[in-house]
């Protein structure tokens, strides 16, 4: 019964086909980097609340998932996002080798919400050194509302996200939507999730795309 409803949910949530390379589009924090690693190690460490995990976030909003007042949080966050702490973020499993194949065929591009993006632009670099600095576009919007007009200009076919609003806002705009899988994310219900970045491969035409860029 249970693998039965698992083939159900991959036919109702699987993209019509794949992508060619330029058609794709990423978010960064949650999905390229592990940002809340750094924000549960400050939370255990700074806040003293040593038993506290990544899938203690199981709500977009920090201030619902961490015991300690909204201002503290608010430090901890911005510590986070700061230039000191964005390089000390680890990449998700397999970005780096993911990435790195697309940016031999294409541009990579990465909208974020962040509103200084030179720390993560840097970080980007760093994770992906073998693709040109030329190649790898980082847009900051500021607003996560601001992604999907962004992404319009772009031409952006496929959003690879984490937070819910935004995917289900780019879905409304006509975008195909991966929902990373994150366990702030997890009562979604009708997007395609992946778990790791390997799965992505089978949605881009590897060849076609290196013959046509
Ligand atoms: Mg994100």
């Known amino acids: 019964m249970k693998s039965g409803l698992g083939l159900m949910n991959r036919r109702r949530f699987a993209l019509p086909n794949r992508f060619r390379p330029h058609h794709f589009a990423f978010d960064i924090d949650g999905v390229v980097a592990d940002t809340m690693a750094v924000f549960v190690e400050l939370v255990r460490k700074e806040l003293g609340i040593r038993h506290f995990s990544k899938d203690d976030i199981v709500e977009y909003e920090l201030y619902k998932c961490v015991p300690a007042p909204k201002e503290t949080i608010d430090e901890v966050l911005c510590k986070t996002l700061s230039d000191e702490y964005t390089e000390m973020i680890p990449p998700m499993p397999g970005a780096?080798?993911?990435?790195?194949?697309?940016?031999?065929?294409?541009d990579l591009r990465f909208v974020?919400?962040?509103?200084?993006?030179?720390?993560i632009i840097k970080w980007l670099h760093?994770?992906?050194?073998?693709?040109?600095?030329r190649r790898i576009q980082v847009v900051a919007t500021g607003d996560p509302g601001a992604k999907k007009r962004i992404l319009k200009d772009m031409?952006?076919?496929?959003?690879?996200?984490d937070r819910l609003d935004t995917c289900c806002a780019l879905r409304?705009?006509?975008?195909?939507?991966i929902l990373f899988d994150q366990p702030w994310n997890r009562e979604a219900d009708g997007f395609f999730r992946i778990r790791h970045w390997k799965e992505l491969e089978k949605f881009i035409e590897w060849d076609e795309g290196a013959e046509r860029l």
Do not use: M, N, Q, Y
Not at 112 to 119: H, L
Not at 128 to 133: H, Q, V
Not at 155 to 161: D, L, N
């Open 112 to 119: 974020t919400a962040r509103v200084w993006p030179d720390s």
């Open 172 to 177: 409304k705009e006509g975008f195909h939507v």
């Open 126 to 133: 760093k994770l992906l050194p073998d693709i040109d600095k």
């Open 155 to 161: 031409g952006v076919k496929v959003f690879v996200e």
């Open 96 to 106: 780096k080798e993911f990435l790195t194949r697309l940016g031999k065929l294409a």
